[in-house]
């Protein structure tokens, strides 16, 4: 029929299937080798910038230590090891000082102090750029003017800021399982950890140097009448500004009182034997440069600790006997089924020590390293 048309076939008829589509332009498929070295190239890159990020960062620690130790030995004192060791990778970049010494300061400490330890490590760790820290292993050994305190622990450790070109002005730092050797024996501090800021622009009434610390688990080389374990002594203090320069620590302290300073003992709790006690204070020195204040007790089984003085003979029956009169009349529970707490006033004066106005001890005198410096002969 006209109008018509048949599909043309070709010499062996229609096709038996369509034809396949073309794919879009200018996009193709990776072959599974190709995506391997595009992988393996990308491991390689990153493995190269990772290494220059390490090595950048142990020679900004090196350069920093450097520059820490010239600035000491500028001042006087001197630092000691062998070759300094770059490590840590990958994680971290340190620099281990071997055999560290630090000693110096007999202008500010009669006989001056001297610190070694087996090694020094200085730590950064990549994720934390901004943190150092410092820890020391072995045996170590301190010497404060003529006295000799050899020690080590498990773990001692510190944590301080890192800013370019400023000094650390605060910290952390950790003491875990701590030998001390002292003249009456060994003795060990089970966990320790302090923490401290301070600010140089402090005026009068502002905190210039803040401290926190948590001491558990001490065991003394001697027993007392409470005995040898102090379960904990927890302390919050803030030393107030403004904190004034110089060399001198004579003249340094007797500026600081003329400007008002003072140290707040915020709070200061003792867990020990067979009672806990908690201390505020407001301290500060007198013309003689000797500490004087006021502040409060409380404290909680007052008449156990009165039954182990008698029973260690450090006080008589009858005066335990007195005190438990003045414990009966001021001790009240701070709640219902509690253990009654006494709280009295605490004075400093004259180095004298009273509590409720009674003279329970005289405390031996602050001497300060060497006479003030244009004030005369001195306090």
Do not use: C
């Not at 072995?138 to 450790?157: H, M, N, S, W, Y």
């Not at 730092?173 to 800021?197: K, S």
């Not at 500004?241 to 004579?250: A, D, E, Y």
Request: proline fraction near 10%.
């Amino acid at each position: 029929m006209r109008g018509v048309s048949e599909p043309p076939t070709g010499p062996s008829g229609p096709p038996s299937r369509p034809l396949p589509r073309a794919g879009r332009p200018g996009r193709r498929r990776l072959s599974g080798g190709r995506v391997a070295a595009i992988a393996l190239g990308a491991i390689v890159l990153l493995a190269a910038a990772h290494t220059l990020l390490w090595n950048l960062m142990g020679s900004r620690l090196q350069a920093g230590y450097d520059a820490w130790a010239a600035a000491r030995r500028a001042q006087g004192w001197r630092i000691e090891h062998e070759a300094p060791q770059r490590g840590g990778w990958p994680l971290s970049a340190t620099l281990r000082l071997p055999e560290f010494r630090f000693s110096g300061g007999g202008a500010t400490v009669p006989g001056g102090i001297d610190w070694s330890a087996r090694a020094v490590v200085l730590r950064v760790a990549l994720h934390r750029p901004g943190e150092l820290r410092v820890s020391a292993g072995g045996p170590q050994r301190l010497r404060v003017g003529q006295a000799e305190i050899p020690f080590a622990a498990d773990r001692l450790t510190a944590r301080l800021p890192l800013q370019a070109n400023v000094p650390p002005k605060g910290g952390e730092f950790e003491a875990l399982r701590l030998r001390i050797g002292t003249a009456a024996g060994g003795m060990e501090v089970g966990a320790a950890a302090l923490a401290f800021d301070s600010r140089m622009s402090a005026i009068e009434g502002e905190p210039a140097i803040s401290l926190e610390g948590l001491v558990e688990n001490v065991t003394l080389p001697v027993a007392t009448p409470l005995g040898n374990a102090v379960r904990s002594l927890r302390i919050d203090a803030a030393l107030t500004g403004p904190l004034p320069g110089g060399r001198n620590p004579t003249n340094r302290a007797a500026t600081w009182r003329d400007a008002g300073g003072t140290l707040e003992i915020r709070r200061l709790d003792l867990d020990y034997g067979p009672a806990t006690a908690q201390v505020a204070a407001t301290l500060a020195l007198d013309e003689a440069l000797q500490p004087m204040g006021a502040g409060t007790l409380k404290l909680t089984g007052a008449e156990a600790v009165l039954d182990a003085l008698v029973s260690g003979g450090a006080v008589t029956a009858r005066n335990a006997g007195l005190a438990r009169r003045v414990v009966g009349l001021l001790a009240r529970p701070l709640a219902e089924g509690e253990p009654p707490v006494l709280e009295v006033p605490l004075t400093l004066e004259a180095r004298g020590l009273a509590v409720a106005r009674i003279p329970v001890a005289r405390l031996p005198p602050l001497v300060w390293p060497g006479p003030a410096e244009g004030r005369g002969p001195g306090p």
